[in-house]
């Protein structure tokens, strides 16, 4: 019976304690810090490739608008010559007229196109930074006992002492560098594809 009574004694101290514990947690100030989402795009590894490969999509599909719009360009002025115009026979002009009207519908499609391909593309970078940059705020902000990390853009003022940016992107470059180790490499002994 006394063991019974230790014991019984010893949970109650230990429910007390963890009591205690949790009371104080409530009363206690939380720990809030700051993560500026630009700087951790602009600075960090992950967000400058990402900035890269959608300049890099970017420029090629510029790159074919302008060449459409080049040709477009060419079969206006043709249409724009007086003289050109009057040298051709009815049927000529009429199938110019036309060819016209169907390059400038499909320079309108294109360019809607790839518009709505950069938005698809943007919002998946956007997303895959913004996971990281969560993943990378948690793990500091467990390394150094803070209780909430907020994105600065969230915050109508903040001290720029409370900024753990360059902690976030540091260990995002940590996650980043995980990630291409984990990646399968390619081999360079494995044999080529026939007729490559």
């Known amino acids: 019976m006394k063991k019974l ?3 019984l004694l010893l949970a ?6 963890s009591a205690s514990v949790h009371a104080a947690d409530a009363n206690k100030t939380p720990v809030i810090r700051i993560v500026n989402f630009k700087t951790a795009v602009e600075n960090s590894k992950l967000g400058k490739k990402e900035q890269e490969a959608f300049e890099s999509l970017k420029g090629q599909m510029e790159k074919v608008v302008e060449e459409k719009q080049k040709e477009l360009n060419d079969v ?3 249409l724009d010559d007086a003289d050109y115009v009057d040298s051709l026979t009815p049927e ?5 007229k036309h060819k016209f009207r169907a390059m400038n519908q499909e320079f309108v499609g294109m360019q809607n196109q790839y518009y709505q391909l950069l938005q698809q593309a943007n919002v998946k970078i956007v997303q895959k930074i913004a996971e990281t940059v969560a993943q990378a705020s ?4 467990k390394n150094h006992q803070f209780d909430i990390v907020l994105n600065e853009d969230g915050s109508f003022f903040n001290n720029p002492a409370y900024d753990i940016s ?4 540091k260990e995002m470059d940590v996650i980043y560098e995980q990630e291409l180790k984990a990646q399968p490499q ?5 044999p080529k594809p026939a007729g490559k």
Do not use: W, Y
């Open 166 to 169: 360059d902690l976030v992107v």
């Open 92 to 96: 000529a002009e009429a199938e110019l």
């Open 12 to 17: 109650s101290l230990m429910l007390g304690l």
């Open 138 to 141: 948690e793990t500091v902000a």
């Open 186 to 190: 390619p081999n360079p002994n494995a």
């Open 76 to 78: 206006a002025s043709k």
């Open 5 to 7: 009574n230790q014991i």
